[in-house]
């Protein structure tokens, strides 16, 4: 049995399919990396499990995570996401998603795309830290206040720096997997 991230044991199925296929790997297409941001800015304030378990019902209540339409939704949109279980029912969370998708297509206007904006944060190319215990990796960075700094000049909302981290740990911005994980190696030699 491989070993993996100590937060990632004695946990549910697909949270631990979520770290062995998911979790730190790369991620260079833009549908994802909105994806990501939808879900680290719901989970803030509540655990990483609770959102997902609650990712389908996400992707079904947001059009699949494709932001041009998440960024037409209006008042009888949101109306309907307050009321539908399958999502964590804040009401500033759906407004800034929608808000979010807005801003994230400016993004994409002016850079390309998305994915050319975020990794010119990290020059490019992943970050792979080496991290012997949990203990060790960091909330935020140097580099994930400047993202979110710049995200929240550009208009974003539920964006701070430790959830932009998270969202770098996800996409593989940064790869925070323990040296102890099969994981770790493995997305330094993709």
């Given at each position: ?8 044991e ?13 979790w ?7 549908q994802?990396q ?15 499990s ?31 996401l307050l ?5 964590i ?15 994230f ?19 490019g ?6 991290w ?39 996409t ?19």
């Amino acid at each position: 049995m491989p070993e993996r991230c100590d937060w990632c044991e004695n946990t549910f199925d697909k949270y631990i399919r979520y770290h062995d296929e998911e979790w730190g790997g790369p991620v260079f297409d833009d549908q994802t990396q909105f994806e990501f941001l939808v879900l680290e800015s719901s989970q803030a304030g509540l655990s990483w499990s609770t959102i997902l378990k609650k990712r389908e019902g996400y992707r079904k209540a947001f059009a699949n995570f494709e932001v041009e339409r998440v960024a037409e939704f209006g008042e009888e949109k949101v109306q309907q996401l307050l009321s539908n279980p399958e999502i964590i029912r804040n009401e500033n969370k759906i407004r800034s998603t929608i808000n979010n998708a807005q801003q994230f297509i400016q993004i994409q206007q002016e850079f390309g795309n998305f994915c050319n904006y975020i990794w010119d944060f990290v020059d490019g190319e992943p970050i792979h830290n080496h991290w012997e215990t949990m203990d060790q990796v960091p909330a935020t960075t140097e580099i994930s206040d400047k993202l979110s700094k710049d995200l929240k000049t550009r208009g974003f909302k539920f964006i701070g720096s430790t959830t932009i981290y998270a969202h770098m740990q996800a996409t593989g911005l940064v790869n925070d997997h323990l040296i102890s994980c099969f994981r770790h190696q493995q997305i330094i030699n993709q």
